[in-house]
């Protein structure tokens, strides 16, 4: 099973990921990261497929797909 792998404090808050993904799995945070940034999460992980758009849209390789 796929899982999406996030690196947190990578993250700047672009959301081009929330976008790409074709399940509409990932969301924003209402927390923040050492940066100042609301980051990009999976709330249900089990639900992945494992397509990598994520990761491919990610312009700070924030995600990591792990099969």
């Known amino acids: ?38 980051f990009s999460t999976c709330p249900d992980a089990s639900e992945c497929v494992g397509c990598c758009l994520c990761a491919r849209a990610c312009p700070d390789i924030v995600i990591e797909i792990h099969k």
């Open 1 to 38: 099973m796929p899982k999406p792998i996030f690196f947190q404090e990578r993250c700047k808050g672009c959301a081009l990921c929330t976008v790409a993904c074709p399940k509409k799995l990932l969301v924003m945070s209402t927390t923040f990261n050492g940066k100042g940034y609301n």
